[in-house]
C-alpha cells in the first residue's frame, strides 16, 4: 500500500507520524464533498499546539457546544467517552451512538472516504453525540487527559502480517501505555481481528502490559461477537470470505493506591 505522510498543518513538527495507507480513495460525489465541507470543522476533534503534547484535552467538553444537527448544546453532560480507533465507514460507530445517546463517542479515522460515509450516517439520523478526529488515534491519545475515556474499540485493524511492518500496528507498547495513561480503572479495551497473527500479537502485547487484565474466562467469549457490538463490513468480509473473527476484551486494572472497580452482588 502507498505511504502518505500526515498533513504537517495537523500535527507538531516532533509528533508528526506516518500514516500508512490511503488517506482518499474514490473522488467524492458534490453530496459527500458538501457534508466534508460544512459539517467536518464543527464536528472535529483538533489537539492543542506543542511538540510534547500536553495531556490536557478535556474530551467531555467537546459535546458542550452544538453540533450542526441542534439548536443549542445538549441538554447536559455527557456521561461517559467512548473512542474508535479506524472506524472505517462507520457502521459500528454510528450503531454505538444511536444505542447510547448518553455517552460521547469520538471516532478516529484518517480515511477522508470513511469521514464523509459517517457523516452521511451522522446527518440522515441526525446525531448529537459523535465527534471526528480526522488522524491517527494516537495522536490524539497523546493530547487526552488521564482517566478520561471509558471504552475503546479497535476493531478489524490492519494487520501488518510481514515482520518488517509489526512497527506499524497500533497495538503496540507505545499506544498501549498511552492507552493506560488515558482510560479509566475499569474501562474496557475492545479488539477484534481475523488475522490469526494479529491475534496472537495482541494477546502477547496486552498480557504483558501491567495495566490490563484479559476478561475471557472461556472460549465462547472471544468467538462470538459481543451483543451490544454491531458487526462492520470488514467482519461481514471476513466471514463471506471463511475467516473466524476473535473478539478479545481487555479491561484496564485499577491504578495503584486505587480500589477496583465496583463489583455487582
Known amino acids: 500500500m502507498p505511504e502518505d505522510r500526515a498533513d504537517p498543518r495537523k ?15 474514490r473522488a467524492l460525489g458534490p453530496g459527500r ?15 492543542p ?3 510534547d503534547g500536553g495531556a490536557g484535552l478535556d474530551p467531555r467538553a467537546l459535546f458542550a457546544a452544538p453540533p450542526p444537527f441542534a439548536e443549542g448544546p ?12 479506524g472506524f472505517g465507514a462507520g457502521e459500528h460507530l454510528l ?22 460515509a459517517l457523516l452521511a450516517g451522522i446527518a440522515a439520523e441526525r446525531l448529537d453525540n459523535i465527534r471526528v478526529f480526522p488522524d491517527d488515534a494516537r495522536l490524539l491519545l497523546d493530547h487526552l487527559g488521564e482517566a478520561t475515556l471509558g471504552r475503546v474499540f479497535v476493531l478489524f485493524p490492519d494487520p501488518w502480517p510481514k515482520a518488517r511492518h509489526a512497527k506499524r500496528r497500533f497495538v503496540s507498547a507505545p499506544t498501549l501505555d498511552a492507552l493506560a495513561r488515558t482510560m479509566a480503572d475499569g ?24 495495566g ?6 472461556c472460549a465462547a467469549d472471544w468467538r462470538a461477537r459481543p451483543g451490544d457490538q454491531a458487526e462492520t463490513r470488514y467482519e461481514a468480509k471476513a466471514r463471506s470470505g471463511g475467516g473466524r473473527p476473535v473478539f478479545l476484551a481487555f479491561r484496564r486494572r485499577p491504578r495503584a493506591g486505587r480500589p477496583g472497580p465496583r463489583q455487582n452482588t
Request: charge should be positive; aromatic fraction near 10%.
Open 95 to 116: 450503531a454505538q451512538a444511536r444505542a447510547h445517546p448518553e455517552v460521547g463517542f469520538i471516532g478516529c479515522e484518517p480515511f477522508l472516504n470513511g469521514i464523509a
Open 11 to 25: 500535527a507538531p513538527a516532533a509528533r508528526r507520524r506516518t500514516v500508512y495507507g490511503r488517506r482518499v480513495g
Open 187 to 210: 474501562a474496557e479495551l475492545r479488539v477484534a481481528s481475523d488475522d490469526r497473527g494479529y491475534v496472537r500479537w495482541t494477546l502477547r502485547q496486552v498480557l504483558a502490559h501491567p
Open 212 to 217: 490490563f487484565q484479559w476478561t475471557a474466562e
Open 33 to 47: 464533498r458538501r457534508l466534508v465541507a460544512e459539517f467536518l470543522p464543527r464536528l472535529r476533534v483538533t489537539v
Open 74 to 85: 445538549r441538554a447536559g453532560p455527557v456521561a461517559d467517552i467512548w473512542l474508535e480507533v
Open 49 to 51: 499546539d506543542g511538540a
